[in-house]
């Protein structure tokens, strides 16, 4: 669904901030890419939308090539992005508008999709804060039904009940054809949702597994004392004990803590290249 | 199905409607402020200016409006993309770069054309009634007798100026009124001064100085008196050395119906190549 190969982009000269890189994403799957701040999240998936191009390498979606942002491409594709932008218009203008350009989309998803999330349907969008414009919008790119949905940092702005509602509408909406990239650094809002982790570092991608394959290789525990916690990839201390990751050698059945995850992947990159590989 | 990605007439009609649905609000408001201040510089130069009875008397003000308002609209033009959320929306939705284009070009162009003319008539219809109820005369309308071809020119300008400002808005993302205007006139300099070198090489005993030339028109020489071996004496008089005719024709051919197209081609090879 989503191949890139080889990429490379700067935005300055001599500060690379790919090189090399290499994804490959399926449809059927929901992505969550995960980095540090500036790791290049935002600019990964706006390459995978044609809005940056890569001064080497290449970036294919559904076998285009997105730089030439063609319409066949583009009605395939919804974006999400972090700060964007919504007419000065009513809901229903806004529909009317923009729906001609998806031909999959679907009105009755639209406002199932609002009414869940509690959004008035009458209401200009003028008149709506910045969580709820955001709801529309998350609304609107599921409503589209393009087979490649991407969002920069969705759960921004979102309050707490609205991360839950926005977590049931995304796992409600994938499909085998559809392939889901969430981007974001608040990866709690993550939990229970995503099937791949992707992790972004250091100009390439340092992490790419099936959460399944996360749980049969590493556990998540609290213990009292991390001496005998075994193999410990990386701990936190609480008030309730430390919370660590370990080599997962006896099987045990954990829940992924993301958190815990990609502070060990960053910490111990070599240790866990080996677990997975 | 096959899917055009270039130019569908569907895709271009349901963005060319979008565009119009965005941006209604905007031109009404435009066209009722271009009608009110066209009205008063009617005014202005009806019963302040020394006897206006002709339609042609309104030309310089029908010119500057067309002009002044013709550019600044142009200017505005794809003023999404100065915008990061604005210029994703615009590049992210999905129809043809060249669809996208072609929306803006025609309502700069022969939008804008209508509109202002409806706005003149307006406003000339507007300020003749005044006329009539203080004075009781009317315009007489001459324009009807003259030569089209002594100002037709004006349009032939005016859609280079504008093929200029559209292709500056694609490059200067803020500010391209200034900035494309600023660059024009670097050009401009620039090729005074290569000119100049030329001149300088070719003419420079003749050229009184190396002012006396301008690119595409021709250089003031020294008219020569009297030319013998290691001799010439000069005259005081200046004559022009213009282009040749077979040279100035297709050079004038091209500045009328070539400049444009290529400035909106440019225009649209840089809106393709449009990052965010």
């Not at chain 1, 049931?168 to 809002?189: G, L």
């Not at chain 1, 045990?252 to 502070?263: A, G, P």
């Not at chain 2, 005719?245 to 909106?264: D, E, M, N, S, V």
Request: aromatic content about 14%; hydrophobic content about 45%; glycine content about 6%.
């Amino acid at each position: 669904m989503i191949s890139i190969q080889n990429l490379s982009f700067s935005y300055r000269k001599n500060k690379p901030l790919f090189e090399g890189l290499n994804l490959d994403l399926q449809a059927g799957c929901i992505y969550g890419l995960l980095g540090k701040n500036g790791a290049g999240k935002s600019s990964l998936l706006k390459q995978m939308a044609g809005l940056l191009f890569p001064q080497g390498g290449v970036c294919k979606v559904m076998g285009y090539e997105a730089r030439y942002r063609q319409p066949d491409f583009l009605r395939n594709l919804f974006m999400v992005p972090e700060e964007f932008y919504l007419p000065q218009v009513q809901i229903s203008n806004y529909v009317k508008a923009y729906a001609p350009f998806y031909p999959d989309f679907s009105n009755k998803s639209f406002r199932e999709y609002l009414e869940e999330f509690q959004i008035p349907t009458d209401q200009r969008l003028t008149e709506m804060s910045y969580g709820q414009k955001k709801k529309v919008l998350i609304s609107f790119a599921l409503a589209t039904n393009t087979k490649a949905l991407i969002m920069d940092e969705p759960t921004n702005g979102l309050d707490i009940p609205s991360k839950s509602q926005f977590r049931k509408v995304i796992a409600a909406a994938v499909s085998d054809e559809k392939c889901i990239v969430i981007s974001t650094h608040q990866v709690r809002d993550l939990d229970n949702l995503i099937d791949n982790i992707v992790i972004i570092d250091d100009h390439k991608i340092v992490f790419r597994q099936h959460v399944d394959t996360v749980n049969d290789k590493l556990c998540f525990k609290t213990v009292s004392q991390v001496e005998n916690a075994g193999s410990v990839l990386y701990a936190s201390s609480s008030l309730r004990g430390h919370a660590v990751v370990t080599e997962n050698t006896d099987k045990e059945q954990s829940r992924i803590d993301m958190e815990m995850l990609f502070n060990a992947v960053l910490e111990q990159p070599e240790r866990i290249s080996k677990i997975f590989n | 199905m096959q899917v055009n990605n270039i130019l569908s007439a569907n895709r271009f009609g349901a963005y060319f409607k979008k565009h119009l649905v965005d941006n209604y609000r905007f031109y009404i408001l435009s066209l009722i402020v271009l009608t009110g201040i066209l009205l008063i510089a009617l005014l202005f130069v009806l019963f302040i200016g020394p006897n206006i009875n002709l339609y042609s008397d309104l030309l310089p003000s029908y010119l500057v409006g067309l002009y002044v308002a013709g550019l600044l609209f142009t200017s505005k033009s794809f003023n999404e993309l100065g915008n990061k959320p604005q210029g994703m929306d615009y590049l992210l939705l999905p129809a043809s770069h060249l669809e996208k284009f072609l929306t803006t070009l025609l309502i700069t162009t022969i939008g804008f054309l209508i509109v202002y003319h409806a706005a003149f008539f307006l406003a000339v219809k507007a300020g003749e009634s005044i006329l009539f109820i203080r004075k009781g005369t009317h315009l007489i309308n001459d324009l009807a007798y003259s030569k089209p071809e002594t100002w037709i020119v004006n349009y032939y300008l005016w859609f280079i100026a504008q093929a200029i400002l559209l292709m500056g808005t694609l490059y200067f993302n803020k500010y391209s009124f200034i900035k494309t205007f600023f660059c024009f006139f670097l050009f401009i300099a620039g090729m005074y001064f290569i000119n100049s070198i030329f001149a300088e090489i070719f003419f420079h005993k003749y050229m009184a100085d190396w002012k006396q030339q301008f690119p595409f028109i021709g250089i003031n020489i020294l008219l020569p008196l009297k030319m013998e071996a290691g001799i010439t004496e000069y005259t005081n008089n200046f004559v022009m050395l213009g282009l040749p005719k077979k040279a100035w024709q297709p050079l004038l051919f091209a500045g009328k119906y070539f400049i444009p197209p290529i400035l909106w081609t440019v225009a649209y090879f840089k809106l393709r190549d449009k990052e965010i």
